[in-house]
């Protein structure tokens, strides 16, 4: 039987271990390094007062050897004057706390380092610098990048919006000695043996100030659609990007026109001691796969940044901006951005985890260098002073949904309120009336960017998605599918949960719109986070006629990202998707849907719902 002390002791110890290893393997919360500290205390407190008993009883040990070495001493006079029994007085050691010590009994090895209790000096001294290096860790993965890797200095240019005929440029130049910027940029074919061209100018930026952590944004223009180009920035930075093809058109060199789709990242994660504080895995697993993909953008779906996860450091517009820069610090970001665009939406970790506040604080400082490192070079938004955005690009059109900023309280509304919004009155009607617009010729396919999952399928933390809001739900619902009656596809994109969902919203039984007009999400996350090592998404009977059927559930994966191919069916009368699923790095997963053929009867219920 252990003691007191011991029991304490092996306690601390495996809850120390087991803390350690959710934090720095599966979720690096922000209650748990407090935790940590205190299971170090107890065990160090616990492991001391074990390592006095237990040389306690080593002595005790002793005294009986040496008194059962020495017949002539007067316990063994006073053992043969009891019959040559022992008194129980004089065989027995009790600890602190009046509890029996083991007689003699020293930990073996293997008990010190699995269980943490005292052994030999030298295992002892390993045992407690194991704990004591586990803690380290996680200081190390809490402050390293606070500390270390401020990213003030950081010089750098990337790609955001690119249409038929414009560009954007974000960069960042804190050297005042680079100033002024050139930036330009020059056509470059795809036959290697053509001429390149001569270089043009795009623009100087004579001044940057700390007013907008020294960046600027600009715009080149009249360029030709699916051409490629290379722009270069005197500050030693270059990169490439084709623009996209007309509406309707799709690139005749690949025969497809592809985006990429992820969310959520987290640096280090999960946590190496031996990796950069800033390195990003996803963003390697992502290189690996662009060049082969040829994907005109990324889609970033939210939480680019994770202001409160380990730990939150400040509230302020710097604190905000240092997480922006860190991201982008990164050595493995350039290998995603040399000739890749990214285009982003706004999630509650870009502001405060579950944001569901609208203006207040933080919000305002939080959305300046979100607007800055990110609204500057997306695409053209409905106002200043909002981020959501429409563009139509080759055979598809995009809403990008503000899913944060307008939406009412969680509680204590219902989720069917009518009141209750994600929205909000300007945004919602806006989004409806993309939904109605008919859009060009080849333009087949209508999508919803959602930071946030579409589907009421994941169970836990519901009320922060779309299953909060059902009415204003129902109501986009249905002008989904009346779109898609027309012949027209209407995909939602969405991200957030850390798993991957594929679902499907088929129209209500004996309703007004044909099965055909069935409605898919496509839930993808994260590019580089933990996933639940719960199950948290599954079908459950509603109290409404809305039916959600789960095409695909794969929760594991650390990182996580979707490319969405879209392709002409025959004659073009038709249009076609390929999804595919990587994981890790590997492909995992495809799906492929075609939009219904107006006219085209019902289909059957396998095909509506679950694709080709």
């Known amino acids: 039987m252990l003691t007191y002390t011991e029991t304490g002791t092996v306690i601390s110890s495996v809850g120390l271990r087991i803390l350690v290893y959710v934090f720095l393997r599966w979720i690096p919360g922000h209650q748990l390094p407090p935790l940590i500290y205190l299971s170090l205390l107890s065990y160090l407190g616990f492991f001391a007062r074990a390592w006095r008993t237990a040389g306690e009883a080593n002595q005790w040990q002793a005294r009986k050897e040496q008194v059962t070495a020495t017949p002539s001493s007067d316990a063994s006079l006073k053992g043969s004057a009891n019959g040559g029994k022992t008194r129980k007085g004089d065989a027995e050691l009790m600890d602190d706390d009046g509890h029996k010590i083991s007689r003699g009994r020293e930990p073996k090895i293997a008990r010190s380092l699995v269980y943490g209790l005292p052994s030999s000096s030298l295992w002892s001294s390993i045992t407690v610098s194991l704990h004591v290096i586990l803690a380290l860790f996680v200081v190390d993965m809490v402050y390293r990048s606070q500390l270390f890797h401020k990213s003030s200095d950081l010089s750098f240019a990337r790609v955001g919006y690119v249409s038929d005929t414009t560009a954007s440029i974000l960069v960042r130049e804190p050297n005042p000695s680079q100033l002024p910027i050139y930036v330009s ?76 789709a992820s969310s959520c990242i987290k640096a280090n994660f999960p946590y190496s001691p031996f990796s950069h504080a800033l390195s990003v895995p996803g963003f390697q697993h992502l290189a690996k796969w662009i060049p082969s993909l040829h994907a005109s953008f990324m889609l970033f779906l939210g939480d680019f940044i994770y202001i409160d996860v380990p730990r939150r450091f400040g509230s302020d517009v710097e604190s905000y901006r240092q997480q922006y820069r860190q991201v982008y610090a990164s050595g493995d970001f350039p290998a995603v951005s040399t000739s890749l665009p990214w285009i982003h939406v706004i999630d509650d970790h870009d502001i405060a985890n579950d944001w569901d506040q609208g203006l207040a604080d933080p919000y305002q400082a939080a959305i300046e260098p979100w607007n800055l490192y990110h609204k500057s070079v997306n695409p053209p938004s409905a106002g200043n002073s909002t981020s959501y955005a429409t563009f139509t690009q080759g055979p598809a059109s995009f809403f990008l949904l503000d899913t944060r900023r307008y939406r009412s309280p969680t509680h204590p509304l219902a989720p069917a309120a009518p009141e209750k919004t994600m929205l909000g009155s300007t945004q919602l009607s806006s989004l409806l009336a993309f939904l109605r617009h008919r859009d060009p010729p080849g333009v087949k396919w209508k999508f919803v960017i959602s930071s946030v999952p579409f589907t009421r399928n994941w169970r836990i933390n519901a009320a922060d998605t779309w299953a909060g809001f059902l009415y204003e739900r129902n109501l986009i619902l249905e002008a989904m599918w009346d779109v898609s009656a027309r012949g027209v596809g209407v995909i939602i994109i969405s991200g957030d949960r850390h798993e991957f969902g594929a679902t499907a919203f088929p129209p209500p039984k ?58 002409g069916v025959g004659k073009g009368e038709q249009g076609l998707l390929r999804y ?8 995992s997963w495809q799906h492929v849907l075609t939009t219904p053929l107006v006219g085209e009867g019902e289909r059957k219920w396998s095909e509506a719902v679950w694709g080709e």
Do not use: M
């Not at 795009?202 to 952590?213: C, F, I, K, M, R």
């Open 510 to 567: 004996d309703g007004k719109w044909p099965l055909s007009a069935t409605v898919h999400e496509f839930s993808c996350s994260p590019l580089n986070q933990f996933y639940l090592p719960t199950r948290s998404y599954w079908e459950a009977e509603s109290d409404d006629d809305v039916e959600e059927v789960c095409i695909k559930y794969i929760p594991d994966g650390n990182s996580k990202f979707g490319a969405v191919e879209l392709e």
């Open 580 to 587: 595919r699923l990587f994981v890790d790095g590997v492909e």
């Open 185 to 260: 940029y020059r056509s470059v074919p795809d036959n290697k043996a053509a001429p390149v061209d001569a270089w043009k100018s795009v623009g100087q930026l004579y001044w940057l100030s700390n007013e907008t952590d020294f960046t600027s944004s600009l715009t080149i223009s009249k360029l030709s659609p699916t051409s490629r180009y290379q722009y270069s920035v005197s500050n030693n930075h270059t990169g490439f990007f084709i623009t996209a093809p007309r509406a309707g058109e799709i690139p005749e060199a690949t025969g497809k026109f592809t985006f990429l």
